[in-house]
């Protein structure tokens, strides 16, 4: 079983619409989590960052976290053409140093 | 907010060439720094952890000789990849996170684009 998990996509919605992306993880002592956007050909950009049970909220994303469940989303409002990127989950440990595991990330097209 | 910038972003070269990157965190110390490599439409892969004032932590299957990592101050690692082939031709990006926040959140430099002819 991989580290980290995320529906593969690609996931391709209507602009206006809202877009679900979700991850599961498998190590219960993971503490923190993450949502980098990463764009063709570029490297990642952190987008939302969450730490406890329960919902985030930063614009039109909404990041979702259920440490019993194993499970974080990530909810994008009224979606628009330029959040077509390709979607990081990434976990942390609780390592001190700070390394990060990745889903291979899902791909998400918004079209106009 | 937190700047890692990665110098240079685009390296073309002839095979048998030594290619130096660099690392920096602009506005925050980083204790470790992680270097990563992505081939075209795949996943980020992990290939060593910098260690500041300390050998770099390699993961396993990445060659240590060949991918060089310098890790001499707070603010600044180096990858080396030594005599690179067109094996070595890849998209290698950095991240950092601040020492005096546990590390958390990393953040990723621009990356750099590796051509070896």
């Known amino acids: 079983q991989k580290e980290v998990e995320q529906n593969s996509g690609p996931l391709s919605v209507p602009e206006g619409a809202i877009a679900s992306l979700n991850c599961t993880y498998s190590d219960r002592g993971s503490q923190s989590f993450f949502w980098y956007r990463q764009y063709s050909g570029k490297s990642p950009e952190l987008i939302m960052s969450i730490y406890s049970n329960g919902d985030k909220e930063d614009g039109r994303f909404t990041a979702q976290l259920n440490k019993a469940s194993q499970y974080v989303s990530l909810l994008i409002r009224d979606s628009q053409p330029s959040d077509s990127a390709t979607y990081l989950c990434a976990v942390s440990r609780g390592s001190t140093l700070g390394r990060l595991y990745f889903g291979r990330g899902t791909q998400l097209t918004v079209w106009p | 907010g937190a700047v890692v910038s990665q110098h240079p972003s685009w390296v073309i070269c002839k095979s048998g060439t030594s290619v130096k990157i660099e690392c920096r965190s602009l506005d925050f110390q980083a204790t470790t720094m992680f270097w990563y490599r992505q081939f075209p439409k795949q996943s980020l892969m992990l290939m060593a952890t910098s260690n500041e004032g300390s050998k770099a932590t390699y993961e396993q299957g990445v060659e240590k000789d060949k991918f060089l990592i310098n890790h001499a101050s707070l603010t600044l690692s180096t990858l080396t990849v030594t005599s690179a082939h067109p094996e070595d031709s890849s998209f290698y990006i950095c991240?950092?996170?601040?020492?005096?926040?546990?590390?958390?959140?990393?953040?990723f430099g621009d990356g750099t684009r590796l051509s070896i002819l």
């Open positions: 991240s950092a996170g601040d020492a005096s926040l546990g590390n958390q959140p990393q953040h």
